[in-house]
Every structure is written in structure tokens, then in C-alpha cells.
């Protein structure tokens, strides 16, 4: 059983910066491939990246390459996602799940979080 739970969401302006943190529970956790997701009001829940256990394969969305990045730190049981140059439409509620391998649905994942409010003002 893995515990998840979210923190680090606020207001931004647009092209600032946010990380989001995600602690979670059970000694397990070096083990799981970790993903982020979010949700906007009456949108679709989405993908926004994922990584395996080591860190050596992860997976971005098109919308994020080269603005998010993931990273996890296994002695804290803690992945993190840097999010720069933030634009409105990243606005969202975001989560993050736990899952046995990377993938880019949300069905794929185990395990959430309770979620954390992104919001990007213009």
C-alpha cells in the first residue's frame, strides 16, 4: 500500500515557476514508476509525465517538454515536479500516482494523491 500526498500548488503569474512536491508512504515506494497528471474544471484527467524507479526513463507530454521536469528522491520517498516558464492553460488541480511501470494513462497507476491547485494568471 502506498500513500500519496501532494503539496507546493499556488498562484503564479505567467512565465514563473512552482514545484510541486509528492511525499509518499510504505517502503515500497523506491520501487514504483511515479507519474503526474492533472485536471482542469470539466477537462479530462491528462498526463503530464511520468519516470520509472531509477530515474532513467521517463516520459513527458508535449505540452510540458522542456518547461517540467520530474525527479524523485528515493531516501526521502519523494518525487518532485519543476515546473518553469508556467503558462494559464497550466492551470489545473495535479496530481500524482504510483504504478508499476511508466504510462501515460490514468489507469495505469495504482495508487493518487489528493491533488494540489496549480493556477497561472496571465
Known amino acids: 500500500q502506498v500513500q500519496l500526498v501532494e503539496s507546493g500548488g499556488g498562484l503564479v503569474q505567467a512565465g514563473g515557476s512552482l514545484r510541486l512536491s509528492c511525499a509518499a508512504s510504505?517502503?515500497?515506494?523506491?520501487?514504483?514508476?511515479m507519474g503526474w497528471f492533472r485536471q482542469a474544471p470539466g477537462k479530462e484527467r491528462e498526463f503530464v509525465v511520468a519516470?520509472?524507479?531509477?530515474?532513467?526513463?521517463?516520459n513527458y507530454a508535449d505540452s510540458v517538454k522542456c518547461r517540467f521536469t520530474i525527479s524523485r528522491d528515493n531516501a526521502k520517498n519523494t518525487v518532485y515536479l519543476q515546473m518553469n516558464s508556467l503558462k494559464p492553460e497550466d492551470t489545473s488541480v495535479y496530481y500524482c500516482?504510483?504504478?508499476?511501470?511508466?504510462?501515460?494513462?490514468?489507469?495505469?497507476?495504482?495508487?493518487w494523491g489528493q491533488g494540489t491547485q496549480v493556477t497561472v494568471s496571465s
Open positions: 500516482a504510483a504504478g508499476v511501470e511508466v504510462a501515460d494513462t490514468w489507469y495505469g497507476y495504482d495508487y
Open positions: 510504505g517502503r515500497t515506494f523506491r520501487t514504483y514508476a
Open positions: 519516470s520509472n524507479w531509477r530515474g532513467d526513463n521517463t
